[in-house]
């Protein structure tokens, strides 16, 4: 993560304490650290923490800062870099994370508390309602079908941001289409994956649209879910990233980051995604559990192929116009 001074910085929770750690051009360089819950909040109104530090790391406890802290790392000869960890630490959800930070290829960056993906929100527990509650919440973009959105709905606990929710596509004839497949082996259902994923785009279009479009609107914080937070919402959150000038490499690290956050074990036995893929050939239901960067590939290369760009993508399936898309990146890229 180039950026300033600064060859690379990140925060990471870890048993109960906040770790940072940064690398900078010129390690004889200390850097001051301050912190703030607000995703924006100006350096000269964050809280100093640390004034000299040179060894490149610092550990603070959670007590000790606000529920979702905001770092600023900045050298004595001005360079400067907001972090923050990526994970919301949700008992009732997986694959909860803020999805700023990212730099773009003309060396700006993904605004940091603005845009959040998750997996389903129905078990989420006081303690994550909490948290959630502080972070400024005007809208939820739920990409399930109806069919999953009844059988596990989200009852919000305070005051709910706005619920938008997909309406049944095509997602339900796939999932009949892969439950009819025969026995198959693990290179023919990881085949059958990457083909699913690239038609994702067409499928979800309608539902994309609409998302976009609240995203051009400024209808953010917003944060978007589906059931496993992996595969609709990830292919959503690929376009996205890709549409803001995220390079493709650090698109498809993002989409396969839902590898390790997202455990299929951890869901209760009568979760209906759990039920569908025990019904699975088992290659295929392995192959559909994975967060493979092939398959995000898969549906970057189809919109690629068919519209000429992601550009093209935007303004002729979505209808989202070079205008709208300067107006995304306006408001959602910082520097």
């Excluded at 993560?1 to 870890?14: C, P, Q, S, T």
């Excluded at 589906?226 to 549409?243: E, P």
């Excluded at 690290?253 to 455990?263: E, K, P, R, Y």
């Excluded at 295929?284 to 970057?300: F, G, K, M, Q, S």
Aim: net charge neutral; charged share 25%.
């Amino acid at each position: 993560m180039a950026g300033g001074g600064f060859v690379a910085a990140e925060a990471n929770i870890i048993s109960n304490r906040y770790e940072l750690r940064w690398v900078t051009r010129d390690a004889r360089q200390p850097v001051e650290i301050r912190i703030s819950d607000r995703a924006d909040a100006a350096p000269n109104k964050m809280r100093l923490i640390a004034r000299r530090d040179r060894d490149g790391r610092a550990s603070i406890a959670t007590h000790q800062l606000p529920p979702r802290p905001y770092f600023w790392l900045q050298t004595e000869d001005g360079a400067a870099m907001r972090v923050a960890p990526r994970t919301l630490p949700l008992a009732g959800a997986q694959n909860a994370r803020d999805i700023g930070g990212y730099a773009t290829v003309d060396g700006r960056r993904v605004r940091w508390g603005i845009i959040y993906r998750s997996s389903a929100l129905a078990r989420l527990n006081a303690d994550d309602y909490r948290l959630l509650n502080t972070l400024g919440l005007r809208t939820i973009y739920d990409l399930r079908t109806e069919r999953e959105q009844a059988a596990r709905p989200t009852r919000w606990v305070g005051e709910p941001p706005t619920m938008h929710a997909a309406r049944d596509r095509a997602e339900d004839l796939v999932m009949r289409e892969l439950t009819a497949m025969g026995d198959v082996d693990q290179a023919a259902a990881r085949s059958t994956v990457i083909a699913l994923f690239a038609r994702i785009p067409e499928l979800m279009a309608e539902d994309y649209a609409e998302l976009f479009r609240l995203l051009v609107e400024g209808e953010a914080p917003l944060l978007v879910h589906c059931s496993a937070g992996k595969d609709r919402t990830g292919v959503a959150v690929a376009l996205l990233l890709s549409a803001l000038g995220v390079p493709r490499q650090t698109v498809l690290s993002d989409f396969a980051l839902s590898q390790q956050l997202f455990q299929l074990d951890a869901l209760p036995a009568d979760d209906p995604g759990k039920l569908m893929l025990a019904r699975l050939p088992a290659p295929l239901a392995a192959a559909l559990i994975r967060t493979d960067p092939a398959y995000a590939a898969a549906a970057l290369d189809a919109v690629t192929e068919q519209y000429g760009s992601i550009e093209g993508y935007f303004e002729q399936r979505l209808g989202i116009n070079g205008a709208a898309l300067a107006r995304l990146r306006a408001l959602y890229l910082e520097g």
